[in-house]
């Protein structure tokens, strides 16, 4: 019983739609040489340029290779402005999707929040777009979904 119950919660794992996102530092695949192409298409400036989202590809044999990045300024006291990055994933076992529409992106401002920025992504499945929705707080650093 308990290998079916757990056969079963593996399979469901597996079926169940990678609608949710985690929010990460920026791992070291995270290199220019790893940001989709053409760039024009594939990141995003905000906020007078202060936050650039962009699309990674981090490993073009697979359909679902890519990961989102922020670059976002973080407070300073040591004579900054400096920036941080910021991964966006999609949550389960691969961590990445098919890809993120960045020239597609839209943001608002929201005074308690930050730059809320929405961003369509395609999973390789199959299974259309869904939007993953994150606020940046120049303020404090940070880097939220909503």
Same mark, same amino acid.
Not at 23 to 36: A, K, R, S
Not at 70 to 85: M, N, Q
Not at 137 to 142: I, L, P, S, Y
């Given at each position: 019983?308990?290998?079916?119950?757990?056969?079963?919660?593996?399979?469901?794992?597996?079926?169940?739609?990678?609608?949710?996102?985690?929010?990460?530092?920026?791992?070291?695949?995270?290199?220019?040489?790893?940001?989709?192409?053409?760039?024009?298409?594939?990141?995003?400036?905000?906020?007078?340029? *202060?936050?650039? #989202?962009?699309? &990674?590809? $981090?490993?073009?044999?697979?359909? /679902? @290779?890519?990961?989102?990045?922020?670059?976002?300024?973080?407070?300073?006291?040591?004579?900054?402005?400096?920036?941080?990055?910021?991964?966006?994933?999609?949550?389960?076992?691969?961590?990445?999707?098919?890809?993120?529409?960045?020239?597609?992106?839209?943001?608002?401002?929201?005074?308690? *929040?930050?730059? #809320?920025?929405? &961003?369509? $992504?395609?999973?390789?499945?199959? /299974? @259309?777009?869904?939007?993953?929705?994150?606020?940046?707080?120049?303020?404090?650093?940070?880097?939220?979904?909503?």
């Amino acid at each position: 019983m308990k290998r079916a119950l757990s056969t079963l919660t593996a399979i469901c794992a597996l079926a169940a739609p990678a609608s949710a996102f985690v929010v990460d530092e920026c791992g070291p695949e995270f290199t220019p040489m790893t940001i989709t192409e053409p760039w024009e298409e594939s990141s995003q400036a905000f906020a007078n340029g *202060a936050i650039r #989202i962009f699309e &990674v590809f $981090i490993d073009p044999n697979v359909a /679902s @290779g890519a990961a989102l990045g922020v670059l976002h300024p973080v407070p300073s006291d040591a004579g900054g402005p400096f920036r941080r990055c910021t991964a966006i994933y999609a949550s389960g076992v691969t961590r990445f999707f098919g890809q993120a529409f960045i020239n597609q992106a839209t943001a608002v401002y929201d005074a308690s *929040a930050g730059l #809320i920025i929405t &961003v369509p $992504i395609a999973f390789a499945d199959g /299974s @259309g777009t869904r939007p993953v929705t994150f606020a940046v707080n120049q303020a404090t650093g940070t880097v939220t979904l909503r």
